[in-house]
T-cell receptor, first 113, second 115 residues
Framework: AQSVTQLDSHVSVSEGTPVLLRCNYSSSYSPSLFWYVQHPNKGLQLLLKYTSAATLVKGINGFEAEFKKSETSFHLTKPSAHMSDAAEYFC???????????FGAGTRLAVHP | ETGVTQSPTHLIKTRGQQVTLRCSSQSGHNTVSWYQQALGQGPQFIFQYYREEENGRGNFPPRFSGLQFPNYSSELNVNALELDDSALYLCASRIQTGEDTDTQYFGPGTRLTVL
């Protein structure tokens, strides 16, 4: 069975400080992993994806994530938070070749001045 | 912004009614999926359509049904609405073959409220 656990429901940081959003996954098959962001009253925007190439994946807006198979983790990081980063972030897994995306419960990121 | 569009943006229905939500895929995408996102939760997979046929379904009852048209646009129909059907409904499109088949591109969603 496949599942995703986002370890923090809420994360609060100050502008200019690093961001870490944690995600652990469970998959019986070689997975593809994604991070999506959802701003208020908006749809989901793809931040980055891992599909078995380099384990360190760079995405949009300065975000990156590292795939660690031994730890079954795919944590999202950014060196310096901006106010515009405040949003809901979803870690997503899909076993390669399957139809559906399996979402975590989400992490709400708040960025304070 | 992706090229996926959805209509309407918002909808209010009463319990027992039926609703149809519409989605237009991103250009070149032949596969459409629908997701339900209840308040405060992550999206849940409803079903996927490819070549006008359903080819994957999540844990949703048969009163959730869909269609895909030759131009790859899609509809989600929900019959006998229940209060718990209140949610944001998201449509996502992708290509079925070739590179990047795992990546789904989402529309802005339709907010359904059932009273």
């Amino acid at each position: 069975a496949q599942s995703v656990t986002q370890l923090d429901s809420h994360v609060s940081v100050s502008e200019g400080t690093p961001v870490l959003l944690r995600c652990n996954y469970s998959s019986s098959y070689s997975p593809s992993l994604f991070w999506y962001v959802q701003h208020p009253n908006k749809g989901l925007q793809l931040l980055l994806k891992y599909t078995s190439a380099a384990t360190l994946v760079k995405g949009i807006n300065g975000f990156e994530a590292e795939f660690k198979k031994s730890e079954t983790s795919f944590h999202l990081t950014k060196p310096s938070a901006h106010m515009s980063d405040a949003a809901e972030y979803f870690c997503v897994v899909t076993p390669r070749g399957y139809n559906k995306l399996i979402f975590g419960a989400g992490t709400r990121l708040a960025v304070h001045p | 912004e992706t090229g996926v569009t959805q209509s309407p943006t918002h909808l209010i229905k009463t319990r027992g009614q039926q609703v149809t939500l519409r989605c237009s895929s991103q250009s070149g995408h032949n596969t459409v999926s629908w997701y339900q996102q209840a308040l405060g939760q992550g999206p849940q997979f409803i079903f996927q359509y490819y070549r006008e046929e359903e080819n994957g379904r999540g844990n949703f009852p048969p009163r959730f049904s869909g269609l895909q048209f030759p131009n790859y646009s899609s509809e989600l129909n929900v019959n006998a609405l229940e209060l718990d059907d209140s949610a944001l409904y998201l449509c996502a499109s992708r290509i079925q073959t070739g590179e990047d088949t795992d990546t789904q591109y989402f529309g802005p969603g339709t907010r359904l409220t059932v009273l």
